[in-house]
């Protein structure tokens, strides 16, 4: 590791006491998970409001759920890759540590991370439309419309869809996080979607270090510390996992 910038990230983490990392669909690209905005990005292919919006489920909830079939078929045999494990692994050697992600992939669960906050909810897990209950449901065979066994009531995916509010209790927790962090590094999102993209301004308003890893500069890098450019799988495990 010879990268000016890395070593001094590093030296950055071993003095923090409270570290908070926001990922975005960047850290999965590796992991063959499409992100939104790029040259192949979901959006470019799908027109969001088509699919991901509630006025798109009230219409047509069997149109909206097979798009929603067809993305778990394509999650479910993807692993995660060296940036998900170095963080699970350092969520192990830290006592002050919050992953929060914007990912609704399930890969850093998959990694071993267990403090997340995931702010867009998770693609694994259904909502009732009537009783509104959460359950984690990995079934790659869903009915068509699949239904609550409580209440009888349509499933919806248990993700945040355009024109949705994030739910207050997960923003809050969000917002605390990085209200406390000392050192806050942001990985592979575009910077784009609010709240998260704000979440790096507060953090360095609040007097943290913010330092950016992205393939490329983002509308908020200038705002930042520091920024890394290089790809999630190289530069997240270079950066947090002990030397050898
Ligand atoms: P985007 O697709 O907007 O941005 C992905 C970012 O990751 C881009 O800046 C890429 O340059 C960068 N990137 C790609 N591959 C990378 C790699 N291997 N290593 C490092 N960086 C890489 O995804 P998000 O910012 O996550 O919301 O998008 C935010 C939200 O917009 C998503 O959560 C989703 C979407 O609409 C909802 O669905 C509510």
Redesign the pocket.
């Known amino acids: 590791m010879s990268d000016p910038d890395l070593q001094m990230l590093r030296s950055r983490l071993q003095q923090s006491q409270d570290l908070v990392v926001l990922t975005?669909?960047?850290?999965s690209?590796?992991s063959g998970v499409p992100?939104?905005?790029?040259q192949d990005?979901l959006?470019r292919q799908y027109r969001?409001v088509d699919l991901?919006t509630p006025e798109a489920f009230q219409r047509d909830p069997g149109l909206v759920w097979e798009f929603y079939r067809w993305r778990r078929r394509l999650l479910a045999p993807l692993r995660p890759n060296p940036a998900h494990l170095a963080l699970a692994n350092l969520e192990e050697r830290r006592h002050r540590f919050t992953l929060i992600t914007?990912?609704?992939d399930g890969l850093h669960t998959l990694a071993g991370s267990r403090r997340i906050i995931e702010l867009?909810g998770n693609i694994w897990h259904l909502r009732c439309t009537g009783c509104g209950q959460v359950r984690e449901d990995r079934r790659l065979d869903l009915p068509p419309l699949p239904t609550c066994d409580a209440c009888g009531a349509l499933w919806r995916p248990h993700?945040?869809?355009?024109g949705e509010m994030l739910d207050p209790a997960v923003l809050a927790a969000a917002y605390a996080a990085v209200e406390a962090s000392d050192l806050m590094l942001i990985?592979?999102?575009?910077?784009?979607?609010q709240p998260?993209a704000s979440l790096g301004r507060l953090a360095k308003q609040r007097g943290a270090f913010v330092a950016e890893?992205?393939?490329?500069p983002?509308p908020q890098t200038d705002f930042y510390d520091l920024a890394l450019q290089g790809?999630?799988?190289d530069l997240v495990p270079q950066l947090l996992l002990p030397a050898r």
């Open positions: 975005g669909a960047g850290i690209a590796e992100t939104f905005r790029g990005g959006w969001a991901a914007q990912n609704i867009h993700v945040v869809w355009f990985i592979g999102t575009s910077g784009l979607v998260a890893i992205n393939l490329e983002t790809k999630a799988g």
